[in-house]
């Protein structure tokens, strides 16, 4: 069993910044694709970054490039996401999400698809 759980969220204002974490425990693989992922009321789940905990690769959607920065602590099996300069469209519920990455030269994925085991989710606010 593979759990993931989320942390850090909030309610912020405009141009400030927060740091998510994700932990992950269980039968786990040691190179993953984990992925953070928002979603906001009456819009799809959109990919924000992703990265390889192998590699250390990692990959931003362009909404959030300059701004969010994903980065990892393999000791804790946890990887976070430093949000700054948020804007209100940044408001939503974040999740994370791992699949295990097989083959190791694949790129890891920013859509969902792949992705099998997710967190609870947690709420960003950004006010103007």
């Known amino acids: 069993q593979v759990q993931l759980v989320e942390s850090g969220g909030g309610s912020v204002q405009a141009g400030g910044s927060l740091r998510l974490s994700c932990a992950v425990s269980?039968?786990?693989?040691?190179?993953?694709?984990m992925g953070w992922f928002r979603q906001a009321p009456g819009k799809e789940r959109e990919g924000v970054a992703v990265?390889?905990?192998?590699?250390?690769?990692?990959y931003y959607a362009d909404s959030v490039k300059g701004r969010f920065t994903v980065s990892q602590d393999r000791a804790k099996n946890t990887v976070y996401l430093q949000l700054n300069s948020l804007k209100s469209e940044d408001t939503a519920m974040y999740y994370c999400?791992?699949?295990?990455?097989?083959?190791?030269?694949?790129?890891?994925?920013?859509?969902?698809?792949?992705?099998?085991?997710w967190g609870q989710g947690t709420q960003v606010t950004v006010s103007s």
């Open positions: 999400a791992a699949y295990w990455k097989l083959v190791p030269w694949f790129d890891c994925d920013l859509h969902s698809s792949p992705y099998k085991y």
């Open positions: 269980g039968d786990i693989y040691s190179n993953r694709c």
């Open positions: 990265m390889g905990t192998g590699d250390g690769i990692t």
